[in-house]
């Protein structure tokens, strides 16, 4: 063999760095945290909070464990996102993090008085006295400045794929390898809906759904492999495409699988209590035997008809830009008065939507409720 | 995609060939075998494999992009286009992004069309942009614009310097609107309508031909006529136009606004006993569903349906001469959802139209 290929070779054996530990990643939904080379699937219809819950588990991995004696309870690991559905806003990943980072802050800051007063703190939040104290004696305006230093710096261990087109998707998915390599050390794959191009793919690509697991299973085979190899997690939403019926139907035409009816009537069932989502595999096979973890996201409606306390949260974008009547740039930072807002958010978790989590992971069921919030997701405890 | 001769210097024919025999006939083929594999199979030198192979990475895959790069590219090009309605605006937070797919969903006849005019008119009065109206039904007309144009104070020259730089297009179907949104990309639009000599000489001062504001008016008038076939086929289609609107949006930094109808038809889906919005639904199907950013919801309200309700409903004429308030709530948000309690997630505000 010549000597230019060795290159990739010699990156694969040698240059290889361990991916950080993502143990921490989400000590309620993942307990224990995800070992890797496995893969959570979340799946739910529209606007059911897939990719809310994918970016919170992203804004998590980037983040550090620690920051200046306080703990954040992030991973520090890098991430890479291949972004298919394209709604994903950087700058809101931005604005969650710093949220996020003050949060702990102010957490802190409770711990410190506390302790003051001779109470039993809690101790998980603070992990060097000294360094908060030294961090809190600084004005506020270097704190601000610091939060928004080292967002940009774990942002910095995040490397984002834009994928436009069905042929993009697909050489980008088969190319991970050498994504790999290039990104020493990713520990965490996302992929914003997998579903993104199916329909593309069904109409244009394959002839038959069977076609379509085809095509799929080749690309899964190549990405599963990539996987196991360099010990990533990997995280992928998924859309639901159609409904039962349509599903079943077009199922039976197409593919003259034989079901029996028992079968059939398990699969009803299974069906019926999701709520419509399929369970039929569209990816084929090989994902869904890879699939170690498959978190159902639902939308609540109204769980409780609350009061609602004020006006305490508006979109970060009009705080930025309140004042500017025409067309501006959006700066980053956000503005004091976040501060006090997220104190106030803090007693509101009633008045918000309830997402629900069904997690399935080794034959056990798990099912959470979780609310959305400015620094992230909010785990409910029954 | 093909494999073909010259994309890279050891793709010759020769080695086209040998691939033909171990079956690799396209570039996914290609990109699913493993080098290692198919060098000893088809007798090509790794060394050529891996070249192709780079050679496809380089052209076909995803760009990687730092997250501190985006970051900053975000902040620079990322703008807020307000709609001209503090109310809107409020429920928008701050307005309409760039980057972002926006629909507008509603009933016939509730004001959807005329919003847009609205919003397009503000745009290019109050905010200088240019605006690309595509307008598939061919319904907008110097008529539409009359009653918005008539309630504003500036004087004609800067109105019709204005209204120069809303382009409107009128695509017969869905390849039309596909070359219609290429306009998008061209970095400057001369615009015929106008052009005399004064708004030349404005849009050399200015130069503000990059088309930042894209309102699609009636999606589903241009997706219809493929229902007839296969549902798939439409499907597909959908899902074609979808990525082309979302990478438009966010690789030239436009703001999308589409308009959609409302179905009662819940895609076989067993309906619920309290369905969170009674029973409409955006049309389009459930993959649509998911494709905007943002989803607002258009009611007229009751007491302005009274002074409609005669013999046309969806009469434009009768729009035009008595203002009529509309009722906006968001459905869905991909931006507003954590940040918004829940009596803001599903705001709503009422706002009159001319």
């Given at each position: 063999m010549s000597k230019t290929p060795t290159k990739p070779l010699l990156g694969g054996l040698g240059c290889h760095i361990p991916p950080t530990?993502?143990?921490?990643?989400?000590?309620?939904?993942?307990?224990?945290?995800?070992?890797?080379?496995?893969?959570?699937?979340?799946?739910?219809?529209?606007?059911?909070?897939?990719?809310?819950?994918?970016?919170?588990?992203?804004?998590?991995?980037?983040?550090?464990?620690?920051?200046?004696g306080i703990k954040i309870g992030g991973c520090g690991a890098v991430v890479m996102l291949v972004d298919c559905d394209l709604h994903f806003s950087i700058l809101q990943l931005e604005n969650r993090m710093q949220k996020r980072i003050k949060q702990c802050l102010r957490l802190g800051k409770d711990a410190l008085k506390k302790r003051k007063l001779g109470q039993q703190a809690e101790e998980n939040v603070i992990v060097d006295e000294e360094e908060i104290r030294k961090l809190l004696h600084s004005d506020k305006g270097s704190i601000k400045n610091e939060i928004i230093s080292l967002v940009k710096q774990c942002l910095k261990s995040l490397s984002y794929l834009r994928c436009t087109n069905s042929t993009q998707y697909a050489i980008t998915l088969l190319s991970l390898e050498e994504y790999m390599m290039e990104l020493n050390g990713v520990s965490l794959l996302v992929i914003d809906s997998l579903s993104a191009y199916s329909w593309y793919d069904r109409v244009y690509r394959a002839k038959s759904w069977t076609k379509?697991?085809?095509?799929?299973?080749?690309?899964?085979?190549?990405?599963?492999?990539?996987?196991?190899?360099?010990?990533?997690?990997?995280?992928?939403?998924?859309?639901?495409?159609?409904?039962?019926?349509?599903?079943?139907?077009?199922?039976?035409?197409?593919?003259?699988?034989?079901?029996?009816?028992?079968?059939?009537?398990?699969?009803?069932?299974?069906?019926?209590?999701?709520?419509?989502?399929?369970?039929?595999?569209?990816?084929?096979?090989?994902?869904?035997?890879?699939?170690?973890?498959?978190?159902?996201?639902?939308?609540?409606?109204?769980?409780?008809?609350?009061?609602?306390?004020?006006?305490?949260?508006?979109?970060?974008?009009?705080?930025?830009?309140?004042?500017?009547?025409?067309?501006?740039?959006?700066?980053?930072?956000?503005?004091?008065?976040?501060?006090?807002?997220?104190?106030?958010?803090?007693?509101?978790?009633?008045?918000?939507?309830?997402?629900?989590?069904?997690?399935t992971a080794n034959q056990n069921k798990t099912k959470l409720m979780y609310a959305i919030h400015e620094e992230g997701i909010r785990w409910q405890n029954k | 995609m093909r494999l073909t001769a010259g994309m890279c210097p050891a793709l010759t024919q020769d080695v086209i060939e040998k691939l033909k025999e171990c079956n690799?006939?396209?570039?996914?083929?290609?990109?699913?075998?493993?080098?290692?594999?198919?060098?000893?199979?088809?007798?090509?030198?790794?060394?050529?494999?891996?070249?192709?192979?780079?050679?496809?990475?380089?052209?076909?895959?995803?760009?990687?992009?730092?997250?501190?790069?985006?970051?900053?590219?975000?902040?620079?090009?990322?703008?807020?286009?307000?709609?001209?309605?503090?109310?809107?605006?409020?429920?928008?937070?701050?307005?309409?992004?760039?980057?972002?797919?926006?629909?507008?969903?509603?009933?016939?006849?509730?004001?959807?069309?005329?919003?847009?005019?609205?919003?397009?008119?503000?745009?290019?009065?109050?905010?200088?942009?240019?605006?690309?109206?595509?307008?598939?039904?061919?319904?907008?007309?110097?008529?539409?614009?009359?009653?918005?144009?008539?309630?504003?104070?500036?004087?004609?020259?800067?109105?019709?310097?204005?209204?120069?730089r809303?382009?409107?297009?009128?695509?017969?179907?869905?390849?039309?609107?596909?070359?219609?949104?290429?306009?998008?990309?061209?970095?400057?639009?001369?615009?015929?309508?106008?052009?005399?000599?004064?708004?030349?000489?404005?849009?050399?001062?200015?130069?503000?031909?990059?088309?930042?504001?894209?309102?699609?008016?009636?999606?589903?008038?241009?997706?219809?006529?493929?229902?007839?076939?296969?549902?798939?086929?439409?499907?597909?289609?959908?899902?074609?136009?979808?990525?082309?609107?979302?990478?438009?949006?966010?690789?030239?930094?436009?703001a999308i606004l589409v308009v959609n109808n409302v179905v009662q038809a819940d895609y076989g889906k067993r309906r619920k006993r309290n369905d969170m919005y009674d029973e409409w639904k955006p049309a389009l199907g459930r993959f649509w569903e998911s494709v905007p950013h943002t989803r607002l919801f258009i009611q007229r309200l009751p007491n302005s349906i009274r002074q409609h309700t005669k013999e046309l409903p969806t009469s434009h004429a009768q729009n035009m001469q008595d203002s009529m308030t509309i009722n906006i709530s968001v459905w869905k948000s991909t931006r507003l959802k954590q940040t918004v309690s829940m009596k803001a997630q599903n705001p709503e505000v009422n706002i009159s139209l001319f």
């Open positions: 530990d993502l143990i921490q990643l989400d000590p309620h939904l993942l307990p224990g945290g995800p070992k890797p080379g496995e893969v959570i699937e979340l799946t739910g219809g529209s606007n059911c909070g897939k990719s809310s819950l994918a970016q919170h588990l992203i804004a998590t991995a980037l983040l550090p464990h620690t920051w200046r379509l697991k085809d095509y799929y299973n080749g690309i899964f085979t190549t990405v599963m492999a990539c996987i196991k190899k360099y010990s990533v997690v990997m995280i992928a939403t998924k859309g639901i495409l159609f409904s039962r019926k349509f599903w079943e139907d077009d199922y039976r035409d197409k593919t003259r699988l034989q079901t029996d009816s028992k079968e059939e009537g398990e699969m009803k069932d299974a069906e019926e209590d999701m709520e419509g989502v399929s369970e039929r595999e569209l990816f084929g096979n090989v994902w869904s035997s890879h699939v170690t973890h498959r978190i159902i996201l639902s939308l609540q409606h109204n769980p409780t008809t609350g009061s609602i306390i004020g006006q305490q949260t508006e979109d970060s974008f009009s705080e930025r830009n309140d004042t500017t009547s025409s067309v501006s740039n959006v700066t980053p930072g956000g503005s004091n008065s976040i501060a006090n807002k997220s104190l106030n958010s803090t007693t509101s978790c009633s008045d918000r939507y309830m997402y629900t989590a069904e997690l | 690799i006939k396209n570039i996914l083929d290609f990109m699913k075998t493993d080098p290692e594999a198919l060098a000893m199979k088809a007798s090509i030198s790794y060394r050529d494999l891996c070249s192709i192979r780079r050679v496809i990475i380089a052209h076909s895959a995803a760009f990687v992009v730092r997250g501190e790069d985006l970051l900053k590219e975000a902040i620079t090009a990322t703008k807020v286009i307000p709609t001209g309605t503090a109310e809107l605006d409020r429920v928008l937070g701050g307005g309409v992004l760039t980057g972002e797919v926006v629909e507008l969903c509603g009933g016939w006849g509730v004001g959807k069309s005329s919003l847009c005019v609205t919003l397009a008119t503000h745009a290019a009065l109050h905010l200088g942009l240019s605006v690309l109206y595509i307008d598939p039904l061919n319904s907008i007309s110097a008529l539409r614009f009359t009653p918005v144009i008539e309630k504003l104070s500036e004087d004609a020259g800067t109105v019709e310097e204005a209204l120069s809303i382009k409107v297009e009128s695509p017969a179907d869905v390849w039309g609107l596909l070359k219609a949104l290429d306009l998008v990309k061209q970095p400057y639009l001369s615009f015929g309508r106008f052009n005399t000599g004064g708004c030349n000489r404005f849009n050399s001062n200015n130069p503000s031909g990059k088309i930042k504001l894209v309102i699609l008016d009636s999606l589903a008038s241009i997706l219809t006529p493929l229902f007839i076939g296969s549902t798939k086929q439409e499907l597909g289609m959908i899902n074609q136009l979808a990525a082309a609107l979302k990478s438009l949006a966010c690789e030239q930094e436009v």
